[in-house]
Protein backbone atom coordinates (compact mmCIF):
# COMPACT_ATOMS: atom_id res chain seq x y z
CA UNK A 1 0.00 0.00 0.00
CA UNK A 2 1.16 3.24 -1.00
CA UNK A 3 0.64 6.10 1.75
CA UNK A 4 1.45 9.65 1.42
CA UNK A 5 2.36 10.56 4.78
CA UNK A 6 1.02 13.47 6.98
CA UNK A 7 3.07 16.71 6.49
CA UNK A 8 3.36 18.33 9.58
CA UNK A 9 0.43 20.02 10.57
CA UNK A 10 -1.78 18.37 7.87
CA UNK A 11 -3.69 16.23 10.24
CA UNK A 12 -5.31 19.25 11.71
CA UNK A 13 -6.32 19.92 8.27
CA UNK A 14 -7.64 16.42 7.56
CA UNK A 15 -9.66 16.40 10.99
CA UNK A 16 -11.36 20.01 9.82
CA UNK A 17 -12.20 19.51 5.85
CA UNK A 18 -10.75 16.04 4.55
CA UNK A 19 -12.72 14.03 6.75
CA UNK A 20 -14.86 16.31 8.88
CA UNK A 21 -15.60 14.61 11.18
CA UNK A 22 -19.47 14.80 12.81
CA UNK A 23 -20.18 17.03 15.80
CA UNK A 24 -23.58 15.12 15.70
CA UNK A 25 -23.40 12.82 12.87
CA UNK A 26 -24.03 8.93 12.62
CA UNK A 27 -21.16 6.38 14.82
CA UNK A 28 -19.74 4.16 12.21
CA UNK A 29 -20.84 1.03 11.55
CA UNK A 30 -18.37 -1.71 12.08
CA UNK A 31 -20.75 -4.71 11.25
CA UNK A 32 -20.29 -6.12 8.07
CA UNK A 33 -16.55 -6.57 9.50
CA UNK A 34 -14.86 -9.53 11.07
CA UNK A 35 -11.29 -9.74 12.09
CA UNK A 36 -8.88 -7.30 11.31
CA UNK A 37 -11.71 -5.03 9.09
CA UNK A 38 -13.65 -4.96 12.01
CA UNK A 39 -11.00 -4.04 14.16
CA UNK A 40 -9.94 -1.17 11.38
CA UNK A 41 -13.76 -0.34 10.93
CA UNK A 42 -13.20 -0.02 15.08
CA UNK A 43 -10.95 2.30 15.02
CA UNK A 44 -12.26 4.75 12.26
CA UNK A 45 -15.65 4.81 14.64
CA UNK A 46 -12.96 5.96 17.67
CA UNK A 47 -11.07 8.27 15.66
CA UNK A 48 -14.83 9.80 15.01
CA UNK A 49 -16.38 9.60 18.39
CA UNK A 50 -12.93 11.00 19.76
CA UNK A 51 -12.93 13.77 17.24
CA UNK A 52 -16.64 14.18 17.85
CA UNK A 53 -16.21 14.95 21.70
CA UNK A 54 -13.58 17.54 20.64
CA UNK A 55 -10.92 14.85 22.64
CA UNK A 56 -7.63 15.81 21.17
CA UNK A 57 -6.21 13.62 24.02
CA UNK A 58 -7.79 11.09 23.10
CA UNK A 59 -7.49 11.40 19.32
CA UNK A 60 -3.68 11.81 19.96
CA UNK A 61 -2.85 8.70 22.24
CA UNK A 62 -5.55 6.41 20.79
CA UNK A 63 -6.09 7.19 17.15
CA UNK A 64 -3.08 8.30 15.54
CA UNK A 65 0.42 6.36 14.59
CA UNK A 66 3.28 6.98 16.45
CA UNK A 67 4.96 8.59 13.83
CA UNK A 68 2.12 11.13 13.08
CA UNK A 69 2.65 12.52 16.64
CA UNK A 70 6.23 12.60 15.89
CA UNK A 71 5.96 14.39 12.77
CA UNK A 72 4.09 17.06 14.21
CA UNK A 73 5.65 17.53 17.11
CA UNK A 74 9.33 17.70 15.10
CA UNK A 75 7.17 20.68 13.23
CA UNK A 76 7.09 22.56 16.21
CA UNK A 77 3.93 21.55 17.91
CA UNK A 78 2.56 18.95 20.39
CA UNK A 79 -0.53 16.90 18.98
CA UNK A 80 -3.09 17.99 21.21
CA UNK A 81 -1.74 21.38 20.53
CA UNK A 82 -2.27 20.94 16.65
CA UNK A 83 -5.98 19.36 16.69
CA UNK A 84 -6.79 21.74 19.56
CA UNK A 85 -8.52 24.83 17.73
CA UNK A 86 -9.76 22.13 14.82
CA UNK A 87 -11.47 19.88 16.65
CA UNK A 88 -13.94 22.67 18.04
CA UNK A 89 -14.80 23.99 14.32
CA UNK A 90 -16.10 20.67 12.87
CA UNK A 91 -19.20 20.76 12.25
CA UNK A 92 -22.14 18.34 11.28
CA UNK A 93 -21.50 15.77 8.61
CA UNK A 94 -21.66 11.86 8.71
CA UNK A 95 -19.08 9.39 7.87
CA UNK A 96 -19.45 6.11 6.18
CA UNK A 97 -17.13 3.16 5.70
CA UNK A 98 -17.46 2.06 1.95
CA UNK A 99 -14.57 -0.33 2.04
CA UNK A 100 -11.89 -1.71 4.20
CA UNK A 101 -8.27 -3.54 2.63
CA UNK A 102 -5.98 -5.10 5.52
CA UNK A 103 -2.88 -6.29 4.40
CA UNK A 104 -0.61 -7.89 7.43
CA UNK A 105 0.26 -4.79 9.57
CA UNK A 106 -0.75 -2.23 7.34
CA UNK A 107 -4.90 -1.38 6.14
CA UNK A 108 -6.60 1.21 4.08
CA UNK A 109 -10.48 2.48 4.95
CA UNK A 110 -11.88 4.23 2.02
CA UNK A 111 -14.40 6.57 4.00
CA UNK A 112 -17.28 9.21 2.19
CA UNK A 113 -18.21 11.67 4.77
CA UNK A 114 -20.80 14.25 4.26
CA UNK A 115 -20.24 17.58 5.24
CA UNK A 116 -23.16 20.54 4.62
CA UNK A 117 -24.43 18.47 1.96
CA UNK A 118 -21.46 17.85 -0.03
CA UNK A 119 -19.84 14.57 -0.05
CA UNK A 120 -15.99 13.30 -0.32
CA UNK A 121 -14.75 10.19 -0.36
CA UNK A 122 -10.81 9.58 1.20
CA UNK A 123 -8.71 6.71 2.07
CA UNK A 124 -6.83 6.47 5.50
CA UNK A 125 -3.93 4.26 5.50
CA UNK A 126 -3.82 2.82 9.37
CA UNK A 127 -0.79 1.00 11.07
CA UNK A 128 -0.91 -1.94 13.31
CA UNK A 129 0.93 -0.65 16.49
CA UNK A 130 1.32 -3.53 18.71
CA UNK A 131 -2.12 -5.00 19.12
CA UNK A 132 -4.20 -1.84 17.84
CA UNK A 133 -4.58 -0.02 14.72
CA UNK A 134 -3.64 3.71 14.33
CA UNK A 135 -4.36 6.33 12.06
CA UNK A 136 -0.80 6.72 9.67
CA UNK A 137 -2.20 8.89 6.79
CA UNK A 138 -4.59 10.24 4.38
CA UNK A 139 -4.56 9.49 0.87
Same mark, same amino acid.
Given at each position: ?????? /?? %??????? %?? !???????? !? *????????????????????????? *?????? /?????? %? !???????? @??????? @?????????? &????? %?? &??? &??? /??? *????????????????? *?? !??? /??????? &???? @?
Amino acid at each position: MSATPF /KP %LALAAMA %LS !ALALSACG !A *TVSTSGYKGEGKAVAQRVSDFQSDA *TASDEK /KVCEND %L !AAAVRTRL @QAAGSSC @QRALKHQLTQ &IDTLE %LT &IKS &IAV /KGT *TASARVKSTWSGKSKES *TL !ALV /KEGSAWR &IAAL @Q
